[in-house]
């Protein structure tokens, strides 16, 4: 389970907008130099993003603006979606290329370019598919495990 720390910003009838704060963990892996990610991190860390979460367990009654969350997604959620992400419109493309390379007419080459761009157009269209699909299964979402700190009410001094 992955989980981030937030402060709660809006509060919805089913689900909570969590502001993160990008923080790059790079500091710790052994491609350091190597990797994309590291890059962007570089590039954007410290920018803050919004994230609308479930309530979890809890009620969203319970929570309230500027409290500190920590928020958690299932590590199989990441993995399924970055193989359907990445490698589906890639295994499109593919078999789109060897489809078209295997026609009987001439020109063998261009077909497979041909074919490849629109395996990885149906790839593309898969993909936006699913993501519109499961855009509210909750499965899918970002959950609130917790209230790391709650928020500080103003108090007022009396004389």
Same mark, same amino acid.
């Given at each position: 389970?992955? #989980?981030?720390?937030?402060? =709660?910003?809006?509060?919805?009838? /089913? !689900?909570?907008? %969590? ?7 790079c500091?710790? @892996?052994?491609?350091?130099?190597? @990797?994309?990610?590291? *890059?962007?991190?570089?590039? &954007?860390? !410290?920018?803050?993003?919004? %994230? ?21 997604i ?21 078999? !789109? ?6 026609? *009987?007419?001439?020109?063998? /080459?261009?077909?497979? =370019?041909? !074919? ?8 593309? #269209? %898969? ?11 909750p499965?899918?979402?970002?959950t609130?495990?917790?209230? /790391?700190?709650?928020?500080?009410? &103003? =108090?007022?001094?009396?004389?």
């Open positions: 389970m992955l #989980t981030e720390t937030g402060r =709660v910003v809006g509060i919805e009838g /089913d !689900g909570i907008w %969590v502001e993160t704060v990008r923080r790059s963990t500091g710790t @892996c052994s491609a350091q130099k190597g @990797c994309g990610h590291g *890059l962007l991190n570089r590039i &954007s860390e !410290g920018r803050r993003g919004y %994230v609308r979460a479930l309530p979890g367990e809890q009620s969203v009654d319970d929570y309230n603006i500027n409290d500190q969350v920590v928020i958690s299932p590590e199989e959620v990441i993995l399924r979606g970055s193989f359907i992400a990445y490698i589906l419109p890639i295994f499109f493309m593919l078999a !789109g290329a060897i489809g078209g390379s295997h026609f *009987l007419i001439g020109q063998q /080459d261009l077909l497979a =370019v041909a !074919g490849a761009a629109g395996g990885l157009a149906l790839g593309f #269209t %898969v993909v936006r598919r699913h993501g519109l699909q499961h855009r509210q299964d499965a899918f979402q970002p609130l495990l917790r209230i /790391d700190a709650p928020a500080l009410e &103003s =108090v007022t001094i009396s004389k």
